[in-house]
């Protein structure tokens, strides 16, 4: 059973672009989340998305945002990127909320 | 949000030697969740915990809800050198909190 895949792997991009991160979830899993990693801040709930619906949102500004399709792949997109964005972003992919959550190896994003 | 407390933020341990962490919060909760994390990767369930009270083995971890369903312990025991990372415990509730995760404890071993 595949796990959760995420891509790419490793990004760098200048300040004030924009980046799109993709995450496909464990087959089955119709909830995914993602999350934010950084040194100091630790790990942050960025949104959840299930079954095409955005169901929570974190305390993030507008400039993240993200989307689930009918497969229930999901991808999330920074706009306008700032130097603090730059962070390991997280997936995780559930069957069901509160039963555990399967998470990606992360998409690492450097903002020069 | 809610507020997860997480002790200690490194341990720096023998090889051998057994391992206790924990997290408490400021509200009650009805799932518990420990992750462990390796450089480079994404977290990984260990335990989760549904029930006040509730002891939960997995090899050589084990993990306790507390009475109050405001803290949880994580145990290791015997430690060896795998057992390096950072471990998160982790609450799921809706709205702005989504996954709540504690700040993490770094397990360190030295030879």
């Known amino acids: 059973k595949a796990g959760v895949t995420q891509t790419p792997r490793y990004l760098i991009k200048t300040r004030g672009q924009q980046v799109t991160l993709s995450c496909s979830p464990i087959s089955g899993h119709r909830s995914v989340s993602w999350y934010q990693q950084t040194p100091g801040q630790g790990l942050q709930f960025l949104f959840e998305y299930f079954s095409e619906t955005q169901r929570n949102k974190g305390n993030f500004p507008g400039r993240f945002s993200g989307r689930q399709f009918s497969n229930s792949r999901s991808e999330m997109n920074v706009s306008t990127l700032e130097l603090g964005d730059s962070a390991l972003y997280l997936c995780?992919?559930?069957?069901?909320?509160?039963?555990?959550?399967?998470f990606g190896s992360g998409t690492r994003l450097t903002v020069v | 949000g809610q507020q997860l407390n997480q002790s200690p933020q490194s341990m720096f341990i023998q090889e051998g030697e057994d391992v206790s962490m924990n997290c408490t919060s400021s509200?009650?909760?009805?799932?518990w969740l420990w992750y462990k994390q390796d450089p480079g990767e994404g977290p990984v369930l260990l335990i989760a915990l549904y029930k006040a009270g509730e002891l939960t083995s997995n090899g050589r971890l084990t993990a306790q809800f507390g009475i109050t369903r405001k803290d949880s312990f994580l145990n290791i025991s015997a430690s060896i050198p795998s057992d390096v990372g950072i471990y998160f415990c982790?609450?799921?509730?809706?709205?702005?909190?989504?996954?709540?995760f504690g700040k993490g404890t770094h397990l360190i071993i030295q030879p």
């Open positions: 509200s009650i909760f009805n799932t």
């Open positions: 982790m609450y799921s509730g809706g709205g702005a909190d989504g996954l709540t």
């Open positions: 995780a992919s559930s069957s069901q909320r509160d039963h555990g959550y399967t």
